[in-house]
């Protein structure tokens, strides 16, 4: 009993907090209800146990009051209260709280001490941040109690005497600085409490009205909450007008413990493409909140889902950036990722498919980046979950499942076909060869689509091979007379070709992809793609000199046939020609990177051409 000093670490966080310039120096109100959250959470556990405590007067509450002329705002509950030397103990030392690894984070980093308020709770004394002097009596619920009165100015010392009073809980009265005083005011009390404590699982009073929403409708059985109360706490947690498009509520009851609820938005998100995003999911600790943005705590490729997650054995005894690399986080990352993905493979998988098909709208670029990263596990279900349009779908997306049972007898592999180019891929010579096979040709047109295809190699026991670096099968066997003899022609042509455009291409060759082109660009087996390049080029990345393409000849074409009969024999000035076969595969992509030279050897072909037909 009486004066006593805090301990040393004690006095180091106070003599920090007291003299913190913390600009949201209003979450006090936050600890200090959390606080008495705890308190009633604790005293409803030993009741369990023990049926000697002190009854409790009314309903478990917790109750805030202000007198704005004495400048004081006291917070009480009726929990488990503090006995003399609880009071002593907890209040006086830092051992049970964050505080141990934020002082030890204070020494190690030395660093700036309003950034280390941010990332820690300092929990209780964190009523230094507004008050000059705090006064807490308590009365405890364990038989025989006595009051205790608790008091400090957050200087060097508290002091410990007897209290009065009289029922059990706890009133912590903080008598607030000069540069405090509007903390005395009903209506910002009111804000703080819905912002900060809506969803404390016991009421918040201020004035005798209840403030808070205090029904933590994620520990509630999913059969018990209404489709009203899931939808107010969508908009409240995403601030989103509108109501979700699909949610889960998830109960976890086996060794590792959490309750959920978990939305997916209609419409992305206004900037959900930025780096700095924060994600709306919000960590809670038995009905009080820890974290606003618990980034950690669901993958990045699923950063448009919003919702709470409330773990009660959650150890908040690190820092709130620790924290969300502990395992437990981790574990539920985990379990979250699972339930997200299997939720929304059940939307896939209904008759309509409505709700999947809006969903993979908006997000299926965002969920690609799961594959794309390393999505361990959840790989095979993401897998599962992606939609692309194919060279047959007539716009519709559909799955690799769907795609795989599209394929043609004696066709061994799915081909994919990645290009930004959207509005020109159907028309791309490189997919000819497969028209004419009735091969079905994957899409990707996602700049993202390039990482996808990078990391799914194999679909389902079939192998994914892109139409720009693959060779396709040689069905020499089926070449009629023309096409043998046509071949036979181009051979030296293509020879010619090579050594003629040596250095400006990697390889001129013989194609079996192409119908109706002559000619037509593929990408070298192993190298940079050509689409690669163009996304990097177009994120500002540095790709170097870029890689060389193969120019492929087609030898069932008219030109080319004509071509080879005149090299066989013997004639000169073909090179504009075979240039100019260069030039159109160049500019069927839409690429041409020597529109100067193309216009001068059309042109003297042009004049050629007139010549021929007899002008003079
Ligand atoms: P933390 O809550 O993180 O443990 P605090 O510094 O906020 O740290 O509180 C220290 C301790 O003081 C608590 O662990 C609890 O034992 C006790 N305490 C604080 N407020 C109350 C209260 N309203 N009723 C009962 N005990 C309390």
Same mark, same amino acid.
């Given at each position: 009993m009486g004066s006593r000093r805090f301990k040393a670490d004690t006095r180091q966080i106070?003599?920090?907090?007291?003299?913190?310039l913390y600009s949201d120096r209003e979450i006090f109100l936050r600890e200090l209800i959390s606080n008495a959250s705890d308190a009633l959470d604790k005293v409803r556990f030993v009741g369990l146990q023990r049926d000697d405590l002190l009854s409790i007067e009314g309903d478990p509450t917790i109750s805030i009051s202000f007198d704005a002329d004495a400048k004081t705002i006291t917070i009480e509950d009726n929990g488990?209260?503090?006995?003399?030397d609880e009071a002593a103990e907890h209040l006086g030392t830092i051992a049970h709280s964050g505080t141990g690894a934020f002082a030890e984070a204070l020494k190690e980093k030395g660093e700036n001490p309003d950034a280390l308020i941010g990332q820690f709770g300092v929990g209780f004394y964190a009523s230094f941040m507004v008050a000059d002097e705090v006064t807490v009596e308590s009365l405890s619920a364990l038989p025989d109690a006595k009051p205790v009165c608790w008091t400090s100015d957050g200087g060097d010392k508290y002091t410990v005497k007897t209290?009065? *009073?009289? %029922?059990? @809980?706890?009133s912590v009265t903080l008598k607030l600085r000069e540069n405090a005083t509007d903390f005395a005011d009903a209506d910002k009390l009111r804000g703080l409490v819905r912002q900060h404590s809506d969803f404390v699982p016991y009421p918040v009073k201020i004035e005798d009205e209840q403030v808070n929403r205090a029904r933590a409708i994620w520990s509630a059985s999913p059969s018990d909450v209404t489709e009203e109360e899931y939808t107010e706490l969508y908009k409240h947690v995403s601030m989103d007008w509108n109501e979700p498009l699909t949610r889960i509520h998830i109960r976890a009851e086996g060794t590792l413990q959490f309750n959920a609820v978990l939305f997916i938005p209609k419409n992305r998100p206004f900037q959900l493409d930025r780096l700095d995003f924060k994600l709306g999911v919000q960590l809670y600790q038995k009905g009080v909140k820890v974290?606003?943005?618990?980034?950690?705590?669901?993958?990045?490729?699923? *950063?448009? %889902?919003? @919702?709470?997650?409330?773990?009660?054995?959650?150890?908040l005894n690190v820092s709130r950036e620790l924290l969300q690399q502990t395992p437990m986080v981790a574990a539920i990352r985990k379990q979250i990722t699972k339930k997200l993905l299997k939720h929304l493979a059940a939307e896939a998988k209904?008759?309509?498919?409505?709700?999947?098909?809006?969903?993979?709208?908006?997000?299926?670029?965002i969920l690609k980046e799961g594959i794309a990263e390393d999505a361990g596990n959840s790989k095979k279900l993401l897998t599962e979950l992606l939609r692309f349009e194919t060279t047959e779908s007539e716009g519709a997306q559909i799955s690799l499942a769907e795609i795989k049972e599209g394929m043609e007898e004696g066709q061994e592999d799915m081909w994919y076909f990645t290009s930004v180019d959207k509005d020109r891929i159907q028309a791309a010579p490189v997919l000819e060869g497969f028209k004419k096979r009735e091969w079905e040709v994957v899409l990707m047109t996602d700049p993202v689509d390039e990482w996808v295809a990078m990391s799914i190699s194999e679909f389902d026991g079939v192998n994914l091979k892109s139409v720009l670096t693959g060779d396709l099968?040689?069905?020499?066997?089926?070449?009629?007379?023309d096409t043998k003899k046509a071949k036979d022609e181009a051979r030296p042509l293509i020879t010619w070709m090579a050594e003629l455009l040596d250095g400006e291409?990697?390889?001129?060759?013989?194609?079996?992809?192409?119908?109706?082109?002559?000619?037509?660009?593929?990408?070298?087996?192993g190298g940079m793609g050509s689409n690669m390049e163009r996304i990097l080029k177009a994120a500002n990345q540095e790709v170097g000199p870029g890689a060389q393409r193969v120019l492929e000849i087609n030898p069932d074409h008219a030109l080319v046939q004509t071509l080879a009969k005149l090299n066989n024999d013997g004639a000169t000035g073909l090179e504009p020609f075979a240039r100019l076969l260069l030039d159109h595969a160049c500019i069927a992509e839409g690429k041409l990177d020597d529109p100067k030279g193309f216009a001068s050897r059309l042109q003297s072909l042009m004049e050629k051409a007139a010549e021929s037909m007899g002008a003079s």
């Amino acid at each position: 009993m009486g004066s006593r000093r805090f301990k040393a670490d004690t006095r180091q966080i106070l003599n920090l907090v007291t003299h913190s310039l913390y600009s949201d120096r209003e979450i006090f109100l936050r600890e200090l209800i959390s606080n008495a959250s705890d308190a009633l959470d604790k005293v409803r556990f030993v009741g369990l146990q023990r049926d000697d405590l002190l009854s409790i007067e009314g309903d478990p509450t917790i109750s805030i009051s202000f007198d704005a002329d004495a400048k004081t705002i006291t917070i009480e509950d009726n929990g488990i209260g503090l006995t003399e030397d609880e009071a002593a103990e907890h209040l006086g030392t830092i051992a049970h709280s964050g505080t141990g690894a934020f002082a030890e984070a204070l020494k190690e980093k030395g660093e700036n001490p309003d950034a280390l308020i941010g990332q820690f709770g300092v929990g209780f004394y964190a009523s230094f941040m507004v008050a000059d002097e705090v006064t807490v009596e308590s009365l405890s619920a364990l038989p025989d109690a006595k009051p205790v009165c608790w008091t400090s100015d957050g200087g060097d010392k508290y002091t410990v005497k007897t209290g009065s *009073r009289t %029922v059990r @809980g706890t009133s912590v009265t903080l008598k607030l600085r000069e540069n405090a005083t509007d903390f005395a005011d009903a209506d910002k009390l009111r804000g703080l409490v819905r912002q900060h404590s809506d969803f404390v699982p016991y009421p918040v009073k201020i004035e005798d009205e209840q403030v808070n929403r205090a029904r933590a409708i994620w520990s509630a059985s999913p059969s018990d909450v209404t489709e009203e109360e899931y939808t107010e706490l969508y908009k409240h947690v995403s601030m989103d007008w509108n109501e979700p498009l699909t949610r889960i509520h998830i109960r976890a009851e086996g060794t590792l413990q959490f309750n959920a609820v978990l939305f997916i938005p209609k419409n992305r998100p206004f900037q959900l493409d930025r780096l700095d995003f924060k994600l709306g999911v919000q960590l809670y600790q038995k009905g009080v909140k820890v974290l606003d943005h618990a980034e950690a705590i669901v993958p990045r490729f699923l *950063r448009f %889902v919003s @919702g709470v997650i409330d773990a009660p054995d959650l150890d908040l005894n690190v820092s709130r950036e620790l924290l969300q690399q502990t395992p437990m986080v981790a574990a539920i990352r985990k379990q979250i990722t699972k339930k997200l993905l299997k939720h929304l493979a059940a939307e896939a998988k209904k008759e309509d498919h409505i709700t999947y098909d809006l969903f993979w709208g908006e997000f299926g670029h965002i969920l690609k980046e799961g594959i794309a990263e390393d999505a361990g596990n959840s790989k095979k279900l993401l897998t599962e979950l992606l939609r692309f349009e194919t060279t047959e779908s007539e716009g519709a997306q559909i799955s690799l499942a769907e795609i795989k049972e599209g394929m043609e007898e004696g066709q061994e592999d799915m081909w994919y076909f990645t290009s930004v180019d959207k509005d020109r891929i159907q028309a791309a010579p490189v997919l000819e060869g497969f028209k004419k096979r009735e091969w079905e040709v994957v899409l990707m047109t996602d700049p993202v689509d390039e990482w996808v295809a990078m990391s799914i190699s194999e679909f389902d026991g079939v192998n994914l091979k892109s139409v720009l670096t693959g060779d396709l099968p040689e069905d020499e066997a089926n070449d009629d007379e023309d096409t043998k003899k046509a071949k036979d022609e181009a051979r030296p042509l293509i020879t010619w070709m090579a050594e003629l455009l040596d250095g400006e291409v990697a390889e001129v060759r013989m194609s079996s992809r192409l119908t109706e082109s002559p000619s037509v660009l593929v990408d070298k087996a192993g190298g940079m793609g050509s689409n690669m390049e163009r996304i990097l080029k177009a994120a500002n990345q540095e790709v170097g000199p870029g890689a060389q393409r193969v120019l492929e000849i087609n030898p069932d074409h008219a030109l080319v046939q004509t071509l080879a009969k005149l090299n066989n024999d013997g004639a000169t000035g073909l090179e504009p020609f075979a240039r100019l076969l260069l030039d159109h595969a160049c500019i069927a992509e839409g690429k041409l990177d020597d529109p100067k030279g193309f216009a001068s050897r059309l042109q003297s072909l042009m004049e050629k051409a007139a010549e021929s037909m007899g002008a003079s």
